[in-house]
């Protein structure tokens, strides 16, 4: 069984008594080497969680530990942070007078220059910076910071890379490339990196495990693909795959037999084909995605979301024959 390198245990932080704002009660292990995403909307305690994981915050009570010593506080330590942690945060935090190199390099010590020059280089090299090693930060894109940073934080042996929105100040054409490099890092140099987002993609894309945060909560933790099939909330399922969620009356006018509850499901868990359990439904609008198209479906007044595959099949106003092939009640 693999090791667990950090254990947070019935850790709460509030920031204000008066509303819920911070983590309450949250606990979970991150094994060695995973990469681990916390997601959650805005305000779901996903920064502050990071920051206690850190050290950068006072908990109010439980304890994150790594490799089984707690972590210190920051009113327990002249400089806050765990020293074999370096976090990333949307800044950055760079120099952005001095050279990309020279900002990489300041984070190891001169007493062996030549390995501090191969080193550098190296991380360089993982992250498709090497051609940028002379010029100053202020020349650089959004995304060649991210790197920037990202490559500092990691020159000095670090054994977790803590990334506050990654990829907040990223283009959607550097996104991809740039959770591919995170990943593959990870894969090379066995780092464990635990990342916050608001976009489930990152998490889908990049994780080996999710951790669901709303209100300070945690909802779920697991497997990506588990956690999107087997959701455990409304709210994850919403969060991950812009899933629908009818109350029982409605499903009941869909054919779907819940007594209570909610029937949760997600457009591509409807299919447009006729059979004997299908319903007949009128197509109220078509968006285009790329490669398929999403149709608005409405039955007696009840409206859902189906995936078609086949651009342009049926068009606004058409009628098609669909079937719910599965759905949670939750």
């Avoid at 008066?18 to 995973?34: C, L, M, R, T, W």
């Avoid at 210190?72 to 942070?81: S, T, V, Y």
């Avoid at 991950?240 to 457009?267: H, M, Q, R, S, W």
Wanted: proline share 2%.
């Amino acid at each position: 069984m693999e090791e667990s390198i950090i254990s947070v245990k019935h850790l709460t932080k509030q920031h204000q008594a008066e509303q819920a704002s911070g983590v309450s009660d949250v606990s979970f292990d991150i094994k060695k080497g995973n990469v681990v995403a916390i997601l959650g909307e805005s305000g779901s305690g996903k920064s502050t969680l990071l920051k206690c994981i850190y050290g950068l915050l006072k908990v109010d009570s439980g304890e994150v530990t790594f490799k089984g010593k707690r972590i210190l506080g920051p009113d327990e330590q002249l400089i806050p942070g765990h020293k074999e942690m370096k976090m990333v945060t949307q800044d950055f935090s760079l120099n952005i007078y001095a050279k990309v190199y020279d900002n990489i390099a300041s984070m190891l010590s001169n007493t062996n220059v030549q390995a501090k020059q191969e080193k550098t280089m190296e991380m360089m090299r993982h992250l498709h910076i090497e051609h940028l090693k002379d010029k100053k930060i202020t020349q650089l894109s959004g995304g060649e910071q991210q790197r920037v940073a990202i490559a500092r934080a990691m020159v000095s042996d670090t054994s977790v890379l803590l990334l506050d929105e990654p990829f907040s100040q990223v283009d959607a054409l550097l996104k991809n490339q740039l959770r591919a490099d995170i990943k593959r890092i990870a894969a090379e140099t066995g780092v464990t990196v635990i990342m916050v987002s608001h976009d489930p993609a990152d998490g889908l894309f990049l994780a080996d495990e999710l951790l669901i945060l709303k209100d300070g909560k945690l909802l779920q933790i697991g497997n990506p693909a588990y956690v999107y099939n087997h959701p455990e909330a409304i709210y994850t399922a919403q969060l991950l795959g812009n899933a629908l969620a009818l109350n029982a009356a409605d499903a009941e006018k869909l054919g779907l037999d819940i007594k209570t509850g909610t029937a949760v499901f997600y457009p591509e868990w409807v299919e447009l084909k006729s059979s004997w359990n299908s319903r007949r439904f009128e197509v109220k609008d078509v968006y285009y995605k790329g490669f398929y198209e999403e149709l608005l479906l409405e039955r007696n007044g009840v409206t859902i979301r189906a995936i078609q595959l086949n651009r342009g099949e049926h068009k606004k106003n058409d009628h098609v024959q669909a079937n719910i092939t599965r759905f949670l009640t939750l």
